[in-house]
């Protein structure tokens, strides 16, 4: 089992200037974990150092496995995918076939996003909403016990927000960790279990949905959900 994830005393800088400012923070198996926060708040940069996309520049963070067997059981998505001038198909088989897993797979989660009559088209000719829908089938394929998501519908419609958040809820449903930061407080509110509120590099308030939006553990977080600027 990889979870739980501790953060300790998390800290990031580019440069001389401070961007994560100390961060603990556990990750539990359950229901989604949602990042919220302003804009510039670092949420960005805290799910890929949680990741281990970045290194932090203070702090660790681990998990209940070793280093290298928790990398290969996380997948991240981010809110712009990129896509192989390939096929769809091809796009979900590749990651597969890099991990030596059963390239199979692929159409199976094509099918789950509802892209398996788009399977032979180039991916970057799909549609921005059916872009990340292959994102996500191409993470699922894999099998993550944690898929992190960086704002996955950020530069999508309704209609595609919808389709994408269905999924992350199937995703989830299916016993996968998902740990995704989103700047729509109601995405937040369909998705979340466990609501996280980045100010300023550091975590302001953490609770379980939907106390969190009920009862709002925070002064920052109160001002936060009735949408006035948080810096
Ligand atoms: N690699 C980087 N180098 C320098 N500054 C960065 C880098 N990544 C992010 N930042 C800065 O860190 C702050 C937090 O960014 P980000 O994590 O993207 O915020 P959020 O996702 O909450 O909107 C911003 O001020 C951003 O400009
Ligand atoms: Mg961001």
Redesign the pocket.
């Known amino acids: 089992m990889i979870l739980p994830m501790v953060a300790e005393g998390l800290r990031f800088a580019?440069?001389d200037?401070g961007?994560i400012h100390g961060i603990d923070l556990t990750l539990r198996a359950g229901g989604p974990t949602l990042v919220v926060?302003?804009?510039?708040?670092?949420?960005?940069?805290?799910l890929r150092l949680l990741h281990g996309l970045?290194r932090p520049t203070g702090g660790a963070v681990r998990w209940a496995l070793p280093e290298e067997a928790a990398r290969r059981r996380q997948a991240m998505v981010f809110q712009r995918p990129v896509m192989l001038r390939r096929s769809v198909l091809a796009n979900a088989e590749y990651p597969l076939r890099l991990a030596g897993l059963d390239p199979g797979r692929a159409m199976a989660a094509l099918e789950r996003v509802g892209l398996a009559a788009l399977a032979a088209r180039p991916a970057r000719r799909l549609s921005g909403g059916e872009q990340q829908r292959l994102a996500l089938a191409r993470a699922w394929a894999m099998g993550p016990a944690v898929l992190f998501l960086?704002?996955p519908t950020a530069s999508l419609d309704p209609a595609a927000t919808r389709q994408v958040e269905a999924i992350i809820a199937a995703i989830a449903g299916q016993g996968t960790k998902v740990v995704m930061?989103t700047?729509d407080l109601g995405q937040a509110r369909r998705l979340a279990e466990e609501v996280v509120l980045?100010v300023a590099?550091r975590v302001n308030a953490v609770g379980r949905a939907p106390d969190f939006f009920e009862r709002p553990p925070s002064a920052e977080a109160a001002a936060f959900l009735r949408g006035d600027l948080l810096w």
Do not use: R, Y
Request: charged fraction near 15%; glycine fraction near 24%; hydrophobic fraction near 40%.
């Open positions: 580019a440069g200037v961007i926060g302003p804009n510039g708040a670092g949420k960005s940069v805290l970045l960086d704002e930061t700047h980045l590099g």
